[in-house]
T-cell receptor, first 109, second 115 residues
């Protein structure tokens, strides 16, 4: 897995967009950027992934810089249920995952 | 979507006994499953890679004789914590990939408390 760096914690007001940054300057050309989140006392949940292009699904958007050294996960309208630890992981498809410390996102009412 | 079912959700056992945790892929076949352990306020730590029909691959520092992994079918992997001690109390999580390139699906986790 590529080494990733994320802020330890972030707050976001309910209803606003939450933008979670991730630095992955050592990511290799064929490694995808995956985002997962873990709500307290649950297993992690897949959110989104991308290689080069920006991606969007029903949960979030992923913006990857052109040089692929960093990315931003965007939750467009954060709700209290989005409070979780968010993990950014660079890895090849099928490769075992190595979790970093992630970003603890707290949504403020 | 892909679902991974993990049982039990929680278990309390006495020190010295063994505990088995099951991880099932409900709507897909998983040749490979992964087992993680998570201590309070820490990140997930990969313990081992479970391969269907072959021996599991353990991460450095994980005792293979203590954490027995069996992956006898394409939909079931089990983790047995043998001779459990209080320091084995943790949150155990399994995961599998339904389709290459679509990320991993995780079980809901098993909270083990050894008393």
């Amino acid at each position: 897995d590529a080494k990733t760096t994320q802020p330890t914690s972030m707050d976001c007001a309910e209803g606003r967009a939450a933008n979670l940054p991730c630095n992955h300057s050592t990511i290799s050309g064929n490694e995808y950027v995956y985002w997962y989140r873990q709500i307290h006392s649950q297993g992690p949940q897949y959110i989104i992934h991308g290689l080069k292009n920006n991606e969007t699904n029903e949960m979030a958007s992923l913006i990857i810089t052109e040089d692929r050294k960093s990315s931003t996960l965007i939750l467009p309208h954060a709700t209290l249920r989005d409070t979780a630890v968010y993990y950014c992981i660079g890895h090849y498809s099928g490769e075992k995952l190595t979790f970093g410390t992630g970003t603890r996102l707290t949504i403020i009412p | 979507g892909a679902v991974v079912s993990q049982h039990p959700s929680w278990v309390i056992c006495k020190s010295g006994t063994s505990v088995k945790i099951e991880c099932r892929s409900l709507d897909f076949q998983a040749t490979t499953m992964f087992w993680y352990r998570q201590f309070p306020k820490q990140s997930l730590m990969l313990m081992a890679t479970s391969n269907e029909g072959s021996k599991a691959t353990y991460e450095q520092g994980v005792e293979k004789d203590k954490f027995l992994i069996n992956h006898a079918s394409l939909t079931l992997s089990t983790l047995t914590v043998t001779s459990a001690h209080p320091e084995d109390s943790s949150f155990y999580i399994c995961s599998a990939s339904a389709l290459r390139g679509l990320g991993y699906t995780f079980g809901s986790g098993t909270r083990l408390t050894v008393v």
